[in-house]
């Protein structure tokens, strides 16, 4: 039987195995090879394709990719491990990143930060190379959302909606993302048991795609550096915020019942705001122009 069907969509995925290939008796899964993609197209857009369009030296970019993909990587383990430590954790765990347990938003602010330190050392615009290195963070992370999909995780739930997606449930990726309302409406097709719920990967994917766009015809309109910058802030934190709220694996704050990625997305538009209005109102840092 199918392993993912969009019964409203007529689409049928009979079978989509989480490995890509093996070697030397390694397993090599399609999420670390679309993680590598999506940081290719990202390195391709940000480091050089948008600096060549803007007038930009592409080295200035090229050279920053080689210190902040290793960075980014280490900054999305840290922030998983972070909120996801509990009482059955070992030390040995934290490394086991071939489990999963990579968070977007420790990507963000390890990239942010990296790319901070990096223009004070190159003594660059801050701003004027966060425009148009955003546009790499965008459409790597739409890339990598798929292999959440392949990996049948990080999806939201129960949903029979239009973009409804049935997962068969011997092959969703953590069981503990099975909520009771799935189980109470699981499907049946040809004897075996679905899941129907929200492709919340999907729908980020999807939006980052359309900031990636917006940002890009934008881009010759912006009035200021740090323009682009606060647009994803805004519209990343937005959407994030409300896919959030739909996802069953999310990271709650000890203590609480606040999901930390939603209070992230707040945070994030709330900077958003800030650096617009600031920007907008006094423009002291125009520095370059594109």
Not at 54 to 81: H, S
Not at 89 to 116: H, N, Q, S
Not at 123 to 139: N, R
Not at 236 to 242: L, S, V
């Amino acid at each position: 039987m199918p392993y993912v069907v969009f019964p409203n969509l007529g689409i049928t995925f009979d079978s989509l195995s989480r490995i890509a290939f093996t070697i030397f008796g390694w397993d090599v899964y399609w999420y670390a090879v679309l993680v590598v993609i999506g940081i290719i197209a990202g390195v391709f857009f940000g480091g050089y394709f948008a600096p060549k369009r803007t007038g930009q030296k592409p080295e200035l970019y090229l050279d920053f990719a080689m210190f902040v993909v290793p960075i980014c990587i280490i900054g999305a383990r840290i922030f998983f491990v972070i909120f996801a430590w509990d009482e059955t954790w070992r030390f040995r765990d934290i490394f086991a990143v071939r489990d999963g347990g990579l968070a977007i938003y420790g990507v963000v602010i390890a990239a942010i930060a990296t790319a901070f330190v990096y223009t004070k050392i190159k003594k660059v615009s801050f701003f004027h190379f966060a425009d148009t290195g955003i546009v790499g963070l965008i459409i790597g992370h739409a890339i990598g959302r798929i292999g959440n999909f392949i990996n049948r995780e990080a999806f939201g739930d129960y949903y029979t909606g239009r973009f409804a997606m049935e997962i068969r449930m011997d092959q969703v990726h953590n069981i503990n993302t099975v909520t009771q309302e799935m189980r109470d409406n699981v499907v049946i097709r040809g004897g075996m048991q679905y899941v129907s719920v929200h492709p919340t990967f999907l729908y980020e994917a999807v939006i980052n795609l359309a900031l990636f766009v917006f940002l890009n015809i934008y881009r010759k309109h912006k009035k200021f550096n740090g323009e682009l910058l606060s647009y994803y802030f805004i519209g990343y934190g937005t959407a994030r915020f409300f896919i959030e709220a739909l996802r069953t694996d999310q990271l709650i704050l000890a203590g609480t019942n606040v999901a930390v990625s939603q209070l992230v997305s707040v945070l994030l538009v709330v900077a958003g705001i800030t650096l617009w209005i600031w920007g907008f109102l006094t423009r002291k840092h125009l520095t370059a122009k594109e």
